[in-house]
């Protein structure tokens, strides 16, 4: 069995995972360390995503139930993601590369909270994300800086966020074996704070072609993660399950049709 370190970050409506650490390789396709390609993000092309359903049948959390819809340019590039009675993101594009995420709040569409600046090296990679936070409800200035750092190979190795005019308080390390990431190593003011297992599926993920989950790495991978284990060195971590399983569903093209979790969410995915 391939075990994985990953951090997750969960919300009632949203679940973001936040980077990996393998521990072990594998040899059965379904359990295998992170495939990371080395490419331009942009330049990824896959099934077009519209539209994703989402119910919690109130096991865990009150029931309920939203939408998620994804509207496409001409060059089906993504452009908007509206998440019934949340955040509003749009995307803005320059030479054909994803330049900025705005996301708006939930209560009011008009409202900015969040940017997120993409800047690339000359091999189209990540340099640096820069993010813009909400400040007094008007404002949104400049309020951290993620540097991404590669080796001679091209291969991610290290993240770097800071807080504008402070020190690196939050580091990922990242670990290669035979060309793939067998390990991330989180850190927060130079000490380990989370680790995470878990295992992929051998499947397309989705979500590698969307610039609103680029913030974190690991969506970049080609396969889904399908099941996570947390172990927490603050004893602050919080979560809705541990262990984790996510049941995936697939289309004949090996894209994520329906995903089940253990503790009662499940999205059922839409494409053109």
């Avoid at 980077?19 to 490419?39: D, H, K, P, Y």
Wanted: charged share 25%; proline share 2%; aromatic share 16%.
């Amino acid at each position: 069995m391939c075990l994985v370190k990953f951090t997750i970050f969960i919300n009632v409506k949203r679940i973001l995972f936040l980077f990996g650490l393998i521990l072990a390789s594998c040899s059965a396709e379904n359990e295998s360390a992170i495939e990371f390609e080395i490419v331009d993000p942009n330049q990824l092309e896959g099934a077009k995503l519209v539209r994703v359903e989402n119910s919690l049948d109130g096991s865990s959390f009150g029931a309920q139930e939203w939408i998620e819809t994804f509207s496409y340019d001409s060059n089906n590039k993504l452009i908007e993601h509206d998440e019934e009675n949340d955040r509003l993101k749009k995307i803005e594009y320059a030479n054909g590369k994803a330049l900025q995420i705005r996301t708006y709040a939930s209560y009011d569409r008009a409202l900015l909270i969040f940017r997120d600046s993409f800047a690339y090296n000359s091999d189209g990679q990540f340099d640096k994300i820069y993010n813009f936070s909400i400040n007094d409800g008007e404002n949104v200035p400049l309020s951290s800086i993620s540097e991404y750092i590669y080796d001679s190979d091209g291969r991610l190795i290290e993240i770097a966020s800071k807080r504008v005019g402070g020190e690196f308080s939050y580091k990922r390390i990242f670990d290669w074996v035979d060309g793939r990431i067998y390990a991330v190593n989180e850190y927060r003011h130079e000490k380990k704070a989370i680790t995470t297992e878990f295992l992929i599926d051998s499947k397309n993920n989705y979500k590698r072609y969307l610039p609103i989950y680029w913030l974190d790495p690991i969506n970049l991978s080609p396969h889904n993660v399908r099941f996570s284990s947390v172990t927490d060195y603050t004893g602050t971590y919080d979560a809705v399950c541990n262990d984790c399983n996510f049941k995936y569903v697939y289309n004949a093209e090996g894209y994520p049709i329906e995903m089940k979790t253990d503790w009662g969410l499940t999205k059922k995915f839409f494409y053109e």
